[in-house]
Nanobody, 127 residues
Framework: QVQLAESGGGLVQAGDSLRLSCDASGRTFSRYVVGWFRQAPGKEREFVAAIRWSGGTTYYADSVKGRFTISRDNAKNTVYLQMNSLKPEDTAVYYC????????????????????WGQGTQVTVSS
């Protein structure tokens, strides 16, 4: 079992930055691939970014590429999502998710590929 807890959300203005954190406990977190997803009201939960266990491979949705950066500190069991140049359309509940990395030859990007999920943190970007 892996337990995940997101933090760092809040209300910001367009153009501002936020850094989300995903803190993990339980099994050896360093062997898990971690993804960030988001869900806006009335919309499906969508992939945002993911990072392999070593931190050497990352993947981003086109909508956030160049603005968001995912990173991890395995010594702290934490994954970060640095969000810059935020836009109103980034408003959503952001979730981190994890699954056992050796299962995958490529970065998993589908919601159903992740077994463990946090409760989410709200990000609201005003115009």
């Amino acid at each position: 079992q892996v337990q995940l807890a997101e933090s760092g959300g809040g209300l910001v203005q367009a153009g501002d930055s936020l850094r989300l954190s995903c803190d993990a406990s339980g099994r050896t977190f360093s062997r898990y691939v971690v993804g960030w997803f988001r869900q806006a009201p009335g919309k499906e939960r969508e992939f945002v970014a993911a990072i392999r266990w070593s931190g050497g491979t990352t993947y981003y949705a086109d909508s956030v590429k160049g603005r968001f950066t995912i990173s991890r500190d395995n010594a702290k069991n934490t994954v970060y999502l640095q969000m810059n140049s935020l836009k109103p359309e980034d408003t959503a509940v952001y979730y981190c998710a994890a699954d056992f990395d050796p299962y995958y030859s490529t970065v998993p990007k589908l919601r159903g590929e992740y077994e463990y999920w946090g409760q989410g943190t709200q990000v609201t970007v005003s115009s």
